[in-house]
């Protein structure tokens, strides 16, 4: 199985970007993806996740209302539209898939990760 996050840069407070996450080798429709990040000199967090089906999703606090999470079942895609960027949103992002329809903050119920893509907000 093989995660490509992609869409990473460097953006403004207040601009918005999107991530997106290519995925392969891997029964798509029947799992849980979720996004991560690591902000500097932290540890890896939960940004949000996405139900098999694309129809429920979760965010961490610190992201809701800002940042969507969808997905493209028919393209194995998944994405992190991200809005009104705040300096903290710095962070390399991660995408994941597990082999359960799970999509929660627990990063050890994930099987597979991608190799991260780089967000970085300035003033």
């Known amino acids: 199985v093989q995660l490509q996050a992609s869409g990473g840069g460097l953006v403004q407070v207040g601009d918005s970007l999107r991530l997106s996450c290519a995925t392969s080798?891997?029964?798509?429709?029947?799992?849980?993806m979720a996004w991560f990040r690591r902000r500097p000199g932290q540890d890896r967090e939960y940004v949000g996740g996405i139900s098999p089906d694309g129809v429920r999703t979760r965010y961490a606090d610190s992201v809701k209302g800002r940042f969507t999470i969808s997905r493209e079942n028919n393209k194995n895609t998944m994405f992190l539209q991200m809005s009104d960027l705040k300096l903290e949103d710095t962070a390399v992002y991660y995408c994941?898939?597990?082999?359960?329809?799970?999509?929660?903050?627990?990063?050890?119920?994930?099987?597979?990760w991608g190799q991260g893509t780089q967000v970085t907000v300035s003033s």
């Open positions: 080798g891997h029964r798509w429709g029947t799992s849980g």
């Open positions: 994941t898939i597990g082999r359960s329809p799970d999509y929660e903050a627990n990063d050890r119920g994930y099987d597979w």
